[in-house]
């Protein structure tokens, strides 16, 4: 494989993380919804891939998309983030 495919899969493992990173700063409830939506969406995109004519979904991408969301969790974490819920506070 060339450059671009790894390009490409760098692209997915770091939009994922970012995408995972910025849903800590939401309240639990959507936090967790967001989590899950991409976990699915991760999921889901490589398998509506089998029906594009010339593409294919791959249980690797699958894993990749897990793996950035894995990474956005861990810097999360690293941040203090989740913390407490943040969706009854009000501004100052």
Same mark, same amino acid.
């Given at each position: 494989p060339g450059?671009?495919?790894? #390009?490409?899969? #760098?692209?997915?493992?770091?939009?994922?993380?970012?995408?995972?990173?910025?849903?800590?700063?939401?309240p639990d409830r959507s936090r967790w919804g967001a989590w899950l939506g991409l976990l699915?969406? #991760?999921?889901?995109?490589?398998?509506?891939?089998?029906?594009?004519?010339?593409?294919?979904g791959s249980a690797s991408d699958v894993l990749i998309n897990c793996c950035g969301i894995a990474l956005g969790l861990a810097a999360a974490l690293g941040l203090g983030l989740p913390g407490k819920d943040r969706s009854c506070q009000r501004a100052a």
């Open positions: 450059l671009r495919f790894y #390009a490409a899969k #760098a692209l997915h493992l770091g939009v994922y993380s970012v995408l995972t990173l910025l849903a800590a700063w939401l699915a969406h #991760a999921a889901l995109t490589e398998w509506l891939q089998t029906f594009v004519p010339g593409r294919g």
